[in-house]
């Protein structure tokens, strides 16, 4: 019998939570790998297995009698060899396809840490051999319920350092939908790499009216310096090599670099991207 179960990696994850979601709906037999068991979230046709993308001996047994696999990790300091991990794993195993959940700005000679290493790992699959897809989200806006979040529920505003620049974060959900699509059509999308944005490249002040308009009170963006950013994340203990990445994103959105829009979503879901303002309503309780 041909095999025909899907890997899905990350998938305690608001990403991952979503796609096996969705694979469950489309009663697709898949397996959702993670460290820790009692984060599982259970789901007719998703099997959990624990396996630790560290150690590569754990990872045949959760990867066997898969044709696919979604892979997404976090940004650990052995990151590139984690997922090197995977791609070599589905290599012996002989698994066809790979939907890599990647960067916005994915390059292996970027100078920093998150792009550098993604760009790393998308040359070693891309030499691999195994058909692949690259997601790239040009930011994500469910990242904005942690600090933002929590700065709005207790301030009624919150501090950014990208100016009036604008990027057009995608809509997680919309990025599940995606890999989605792409799992379950996979020759449509083979070897393939999709920039994904929202319709609408935005602001802070935009995010901020959006949020006001959800929670019916007004919140305020207060734009910060590069260097109050910096000193705030370092305050948090954050890994140097983290903060000079987004030091670096908040840089290239404050010079107007990333406004860059794609029909990447609206094309592969055959529907308009989510808006920030369908965001804002839906996760208005994180901001109340």
């Known amino acids: 019998m041909q095999n025909k179960k899907i890997a899905v990696f990350g998938a305690t994850g608001k990403i991952g939570l979503e796609l096996i979601r969705l694979l469950s709906l489309a009663k697709i037999d898949t397996v959702a790998v993670t460290r820790n068991l009692r984060r599982a979230v259970p789901h ?3 099997e959990w297995i624990e396996a630790d993308i560290a150690h590569k001996n754990s990872l045949h047994a959760a990867m066997k009698n898969c044709s696919a696999v979604f892979l997404l990790s976090g940004n650990s300091p052995d990151f590139i060899k984690e997922q090197k991990n995977v791609i070599s794993t589905a290599k012996e195993l002989n698994i066809q396809y790979i939907v890599k959940l990647s960067s916005g700005a994915a390059d292996k000679n970027a100078h920093f840490f998150i792009p550098k290493t993604h760009g790393i790992v998308e040359d070693f ?4 051999g195994i058909h692949y897809t690259m997601l790239r989200p040009n930011g ?29 974060h995608v809509d997680a959900r919309d990025v599940s939908a995606v890999a989605f699509a792409c799992l379950t059509n996979p020759a449509k999308h083979y070897d393939k790499i999709y920039l994904l944005t929202s319709d609408r490249a935005l602001n802070y002040y935009d995010v901020a ?4 308009k959800a929670i019916d009170e007004e919140v305020r963006y207060i734009p910060i310096s590069l260097q109050q950013a910096r000193e705030e994340m370092e305050r948090q203990g954050m890994p140097a090599a983290l903060v000079d990445t987004f030091i670096s994103y908040d840089a290239a959105q404050r010079n107007g670099e990333t406004q860059i829009v794609t029909d990447c979503v ?11 303002e369908q965001f804002a309503k839906d996760y208005a309780t994180h901001f109340q």
């Open 140 to 168: 994500i806006m469910q990242n904005w319920l942690g600090d933002i979040a929590n700065s709005v529920r207790k301030e009624r505003r919150f501090h950014e350092s990208t100016g009036d620049g604008k990027r057009a």
């Open 44 to 46: 007719p046709y998703i």
């Open 125 to 128: 699959l891309i030499r691999s």
């Open 266 to 276: 609206r094309m592969i879901l055959e529907k308009p991207a989510l808006t920030v």
């Open 209 to 212: 009216e959006a949020i006001s």
